[in-house]
Nanobody, 125 residues
């Protein structure tokens, strides 16, 4: 059973940075594609970044490209999402998710079988 826990969210001002963590227990995350998703109030949960199981592929939604960076620390069994130049439109609950049924970050939201509980990110002046 894959158990994911996100952390690192908080309240920040526009232009600030945060680093979210997605830690796992029970399995080695390196064998899974890991996606970061976010859900703003009144909106659907949407994918914003993914890192493939072999680290050969990383993907970003246009809205975060150039500002967010996904990375993996296998020794810590953790995937990170470094978020820079945050703006109010980034306010959402952020979730990490894992899949081993689809590779190379080709999966859609429904392909991710394991989800964390989410961490709130609020960007406000």
């Amino acid at each position: 059973q894959v158990h994911l826990v996100e952390s690192g969210g908080g309240l920040v001002q526009p232009g600030d940075s945060l680093r979210l963590s997605c830690a796992a227990s029970g399995v080695a995350l390196e064998h899974y594609d890991i996606g970061w998703f976010r859900q703003a109030p009144g909106k659907e949960r949407a994918g914003i970044s993914c890192i493939s199981s072999n680290d050969g592929i990383t993907t970003y939604h246009d809205s975060v490209k150039g500002r967010f960076t996904i990375s993996r620390a296998n020794a810590e069994n953790t995937v990170y999402l470094q978020m820079n130049s945050l703006n109010p439109e980034d306010t959402a609950v952020y979730y990490c998710a894992a899949t081993d049924t689809v590779s190379d970050c080709e999966g859609s939201r429904s392909d991710f079988d394991y989800w964390g509980q989410g961490t709130q990110v609020t960007v406000s002046s």
